[in-house]
Nanobody
Framework: QVQLVESGGGLVQPGGSLRLSCAAS????????MAWHRQAPGKQRELVAAITSGGSTNYADSVKGRFTISRDNDKNTVFLQMNSLKPEDTAVYYC?????????WGKGTLVTVSS
């Protein structure tokens, strides 16, 4: 059974930082491309950052220079370091694992940026 479990969300003030984690089980993690998506209230889910099995990364323009995605294949975990957070970063953040036709999602973790 595949599980992706996100953690690290919470309430943070504008300009603050959070580090999200996503622990994977039930897959051969090192083969999978991993990504973080987010969905704000009333908006569509959007890609935030992705990392390939080889470690190449890409980011949404809105988070470039502020967010960093990384992975630890020994711990089957992908991270999202979020700095200089803005109120518009408020959303539920979802972890995603993808390999060819296989795609899995976590249940999400809420990030709220507010003073």
């Amino acid at each position: 059974q595949v599980q992706l479990v996100e953690s690290g969300g919470g309430l943070v003030q504008p300009g603050g930082s959070l580090r999200l984690s996503c622990a994977a089980s039930g897959i051969i993690f090192r083969f999978y491309a991993m990504a973080w998506h987010r969905q704000a209230p009333g908006k569509q889910r959007e890609l935030v950052a992705a990392i390939t099995s080889g470690g190449s990364t890409n980011y949404a323009d809105s988070v470039k220079g502020r967010f960093t995605i990384s992975r630890d294949n020994d711990k089957n975990t992908v991270f999202l370091q979020m700095n200089s957070l803005k109120p518009e970063d408020t959303a539920v953040y979802y972890c995603n694992a993808e390999l060819q036709a296989s795609r899995y999602w976590g249940k999400g973790t809420l990030v709220t940026v507010s003073s």
